[in-house]
């Protein structure tokens, strides 16, 4: 299976810790998103990479939040002096190029309990 | 900003047909209608995506009307393994303003 994959599937943390997440998206996919969900909420949208490029960035991420793709390739989501607030699950999906609305391939998450 | 409004949750017996209804009113000349399904604790799944007309795959159809207002996502023949959150999106790839999940239709599919 080439789908989304992502790591860890779940991480415990201390609050004021630094967490970074993977995330490898499908390999011929070039858009890739990140996404948190909290319990009985959508996801919400947090960034969005074309490429190596980061081309969009939610106004409501703090800037402890960064992302980065050096290669066009794998993602990765990085928490900095993580608070209690920032338990939830954490989502990435990747697009086709030739995709034209919302298509999206999801991984199955990154949980994060911020203790 | 093309607001969706889908209803918070629907119930079903198995083998019935279920639709489920998304308004976009506002919906833009650029903008796909986008359909996902979730289960709890993983990542949403996605299952149709159509500007207009009817789209069918083989897993579920979609139905949009000529004025793309609104839309209806049918599954055929549900299963207690339908029971999911469902998320309907409009928008066009590049304008992640509209890059909206909500908090979808939850479907209850009961034996």
């Known amino acids: 299976d080439t789908g989304v994959s992502q790591d860890p599937r779940h991480k415990i943390t201390k609050r004021g810790q630094n967490v970074t997440f993977r995330c490898d998206p499908i390999?011929?996919?070039?858009?890739l998103y990140w996404y948190r969900q909290t319990l009985g909420q959508g996801p919400e949208f947090l960034t969005y990479?074309?490429?190596?490029?980061?081309?969009?960035k939610s106004r409501l991420l703090s800037d402890r939040f960064s992302a980065e793709r050096p290669k066009g390739s794998f993602s990765t989501l990085e928490i900095q002096r993580t608070e209690q607030g920032d338990s939830a699950m954490y989502l990435c999906?990747?697009?086709?190029?030739?995709?034209?609305?919302?298509?999206?391939?999801f991984g199955p998450g990154t949980r994060l309990t911020v203790t | 900003l093309a607001k969706t409004t889908q209803p918070i949750s629907m119930d079903s017996y198995e083998g019935q047909e279920v639709n489920i209804t998304c308004s976009h009113n506002?919906?833009?000349?650029?903008?796909?209608i986008t359909w996902y399904q979730q289960f709890p604790s993983q990542g949403p799944r996605f299952i149709i995506q159509?500007?207009?007309t009817k789209v069918t795959n083989e897993v579920a159809s979609l139905f949009i009307p000529a004025d793309r207002k609104s839309s209806t996502l049918s599954l055929p023949r549900v299963s207690l393994s339908d029971t999911a959150v469902y998320y309907c999106?409009?928008?066009?790839?590049?304008?992640?303003?509209?890059?909206?999940f909500g908090t979808g239709t939850r479907l209850q599919v009961f034996p």
């Open positions: 999906a990747s697009s086709p190029r030739e995709g034209k609305g919302y298509e999206q391939y």
């Open positions: 390999s011929e996919h070039n858009r």
């Open positions: 990479f074309q490429n190596e490029a980061q081309l969009e």
């Open positions: 506002n919906i833009a000349t650029n903008d796909y």
């Open positions: 159509g500007y207009k």
């Open positions: 999106l409009v928008g066009d790839m590049y304008n992640t303003d509209k890059l909206i």
